[in-house]
């Protein structure tokens, strides 16, 4: 009895399991890529659909209403009919998902998928589509490109119609700052180069064309070098008939113009080397390069004392004026030949050493120290010279220099100077050499 009850109540389940209907299929509709920007294909991928289904409709928004469908979609003809929202970019596959090409800002918003079985059983399922904006690219104004260091302030403005984050690049390389507005205070040399500018999100990033900043700097730092010499200090010893060249180095943005001068008076033409051929005692003398730059409107100089030897003059210890005939207002240098090698100190005075208060100048252990008589347009070099500038009548007179070695060797030379009296005369010098005169060992 018990047997027959248990055989009864597995046949009535039987019967019931073979009777109940098919759970629905589950519809799921997802975008992929799942954050497209604008103008991306996005396709509404469709998930979970069985089998054997009559057709697909698509609807924009949350209604089954014909004035928002897209597509609709008969499986058994694969015809697709277009309804009232199709914007002709729409497209339905298959397995009823739906393409949308070159999506726009206004494709963002609500999907309806709705499904249809041979019993004519809907299936209803809802998507979500977000579409984000393509950044365009925005452009970098400056209220001056081309500008002076220290003197000139530049403002960078990153011009964009997107409410988004910025950067800033410098010379390609990320830089801090986040505003609009990038500011260079007193703008520096070192701050020249491209600036670019992105609005930048998680999903898009544009950057602006390359800018270039122009620092115009300097002349800063201008030294003279020399080829085929020997330098020692601030003086260049050139063998008598050999050739030299100087350059003139110095650090500005742009091109400096460039000035020599020899003992004042410009020498050579503008450029950033000196050639001197064929050496001669008349190429002895102080050469200073000018360099200019016209757009900072700063100048910069470098003086070197060039002296020749060899031949019958360098074996004499002698003092001879350079440039041989003076004009008032020109420079002039009393060149010394022979000046002793091992020279402990030397002094200049505009008279006698037995006058303190004539000294000009003396140089002891190589620090080239003022005197009283000194009118502050003197100078005196390492190898004893002595460099007047801007000659004028006062200037006339005995000049004596007393040189001192380290074995205390003394020796003295004078030279008597006459300076034109009147601008623009010209007069040659009366030079007078006195045999030195040795004191001590």
Known sequence: QSENVSWKRWAFTSVLTAWLPPAPAQLTVTPIPPNPLEGWDVTLSVSGAPGGLLLYNWYRGASLSLTQMILSYINATEIQTPGAAHSGREAVHPNGSLLIQRVTLNDSGSYLLQSINPQFQTEIAFGFLRVYERFSKPRVTANGTNVVEYRDSVELTCVTSHMADIRWYFNHQLIPGSSRVLMRPGVRREEAGVYQCEVWSLLSANRSDPVQLTVNYGPDHVTITQES???????????????????????????????????????????????????????QGAYTCIAKNNKTQLSASATVFLTVTGGFMASSFMIVPIPARQVEGQDVTLSVQGCPRDLLVYAWYRGTPDEPNRLVSQLPLGNWIAGPAHSGRETGFPNCSLHIQHLNASDSGRYTLKTVTLQGKTEMLEIELRAPPTPGARQVPSLMLVTPVVVGN
């Open 229 to 283: 010499a020997l330098r020692k200090g601030c003086t260049i010893e050139a063998e008598l008939n050999s050739t030299l060249t100087l350059w003139c180095v110095t650090e500005s943005c742009p091109e400096p113009q460039y000035e020599w001068t020899l003992n004042g008076t410009s020498r050579g033409r503008p450029q950033d080397s000196l050639l001197i051929g064929a050496m001669s005692w008349e190429h």
